[in-house]
């Protein structure tokens, strides 16, 4: 099951395990003047090639987006294996430029429409186990970006929510991971050069998010930036603990000065190694 599948990354993700034999449910909203829908010509090509693949054109910000979703793909293939939690929105303005609707509907989409999508597939993958999930994060929601402040703070919320799902499926065999994608796309496009949207393709994600989904895959928790055929893992991290410095400058720069190396698999674990060094 692969949401915003109806262009760029989605219809990528949707492509290749379509290609692979792989049954796909294909979700992308309908948009007003369409004589056919996204999702419809995907499944078009998915099954023009030899697969098997259904549409859905719920909205992921509609609550019951994920209901119906779950439903089609029992319905249609009789299990679901993986869910890909893709369809998401970008905004171009400053935050000091924006009103709270305008921040509330980037986040509704981005992060609220991937929860619509997951929780009922996250209940049903824990009852029958071994599944999994990849949620389409950011960069930007590991290191923010100017102009982009909705879009950076729902995109963290989906590594958060990567990371507490990654830690609760771990009981149930289903597994989450995170990609951060860097693609020539739609939302893209504009601000990239000509000859760099031809070496980040939207084609080059698909292998990994593939990967991820499979069953030869074990990793979960992780945070894989891919693009052009390249792939890094990211994560964060936690510096030295250092006693209060007494509001003393030198004793700050240490702190600032100190990389953090020491990554933590929740914030329990961190907690519990932070108080550690309280005396």
Same mark, same amino acid.
């Given at each position: 099951m692969i949401t915003g599948a109806g262009k760029g990354i989605g219809t990528a993700c949707a492509r290749h395990p379509g290609a692979l034999g792989a049954q796909v449910v294909v979700n992308n909203r309908r948009h007003g003047g369409e004589r056919e829908s996204s999702a419809d010509r995907?499944?078009?090509?998915?099954?023009a090639n030899g697969?098997?693949?259904?549409?859905?054109?719920?909205?992921?910000?509609?609550?019951?987006?994920?209901? #119906? +979703?779950?439903?089609?793909?029992?319905?249609?293939?009789? /299990?679901?294996d993986c869910v890909v939690a893709n369809a998401g929105i970008a905004e171009n303005a400053r935050f000091?430029?924006?009103?709270?609707?305008?921040?509330?509907?980037?986040?509704?989409?981005?992060?609220?429409?991937?929860v619509n999508a997951l929780l009922p597939a996250f209940r049903n993958m824990c009852d029958v186990e071994r599944r999994s999930i990849v949620i389409s994060a950011s960069t930007a929601g590991l290191f923010g970006e100017f102009g982009l402040p909705a879009y950076s703070a729902s995109k963290a919320g989906l590594i #958060? +929510?990567?990371?507490?799902?990654?830690?609760?499926?771990? /009981?149930?065999?289903v597994r989450a991971n995170a990609i951060a994608p860097y693609a020539a796309t739609q939302m893209t496009n504009q601000q990239l050069p000509d000859r760099v949207g031809e070496r980040i393709a939207a084609r080059h994600v698909a292998p990994v998010v593939g990967w991820l989904a499979g069953d030869d895959c074990d990793a979960s928790g992780e945070i894989i930036v891919c693009g052009g055929g390249k792939v890094q893992r990211a994560r964060a991290m936690a510096g030295r603990t250092w006693a209060v410095p007494d509001a003393q400058p030198s004793?700050?720069?240490?702190v600032l000065a100190d990389a953090p190396t020491r990554p933590f698999s929740g914030a329990m674990q961190h907690f519990e190694e932070f108080l550690s060094e309280i005396d």
């Open positions: 995907v499944v078009e090509e998915i099954v697969g098997r693949a259904v549409a859905d054109y719920g909205p992921v910000e509609n609550a019951d987006t994920g209901n #119906g +979703l779950l439903a089609l793909a029992l319905e249609t293939f009789g /299990r679901l000091y430029n924006q009103s709270p609707e305008d921040f509330r509907r980037v986040v509704e989409i981005n992060l609220f429409g991937a #958060g +929510l990567m990371h507490s799902l990654s830690l609760e499926g771990a /009981r149930k065999n004793g700050w720069d240490r």
